[in-house]
């Protein structure tokens, strides 16, 4: 069983940057698909990012350029660097985690989630 916990959201404004994390607990995070997803008032949950336990790496088109994906094993931490950021950007980001062999951002793949931590760009 899986547990995450997201922190480092917060209020920047357009063109800043936030960094996100997420500390997976519980079984061990590094065979699973680890995802960043987002979701806006009065809009539905989507995929940002998602890093498959080889390193390979997936990401929205809105967010390519501006947002990366990692995770050290060692601290069995998740990240979500996001730079250059813009309103539109504007959600409450989940981490969430698949028991998926590729990095996958299909909601219905990924069994574990986070509380979410708010982002707001003004």
């Known amino acids: 069983h899986v547990q995450l916990v997201e922190s480092g959201g917060g209020s920047v404004q357009a063109g800043g940057s936030l960094r996100l994390s997420c500390a997976p607990s519980?079984?061990?995070?590094?065979?699973?698909?680890m995802g960043w997803f987002r979701q806006a008032p009065g809009k539905e949950r989507e995929g940002v990012a998602a890093?498959?336990?080889?390193?390979?790496?997936s990401y929205t088109d809105s967010v390519k350029g501006r947002f990366t994906i990692s995770k050290d094993n060692a601290k069995n931490t998740l990240y979500l660097q996001m730079n250059s950021l813009k309103p539109e950007d504007t959600a409450m980001y989940y981490c969430a985690a698949a028991a998926w062999p590729i990095a996958t951002m299909i909601l219905s793949h990924f069994g574990y989630w986070g509380q979410g931590t708010q982002v707001t760009v003004s």
């Open positions: 519980g079984s061990p995070y590094s065979n699973y698909c």
């Open positions: 890093i498959d336990s080889d390193g390979s790496t």
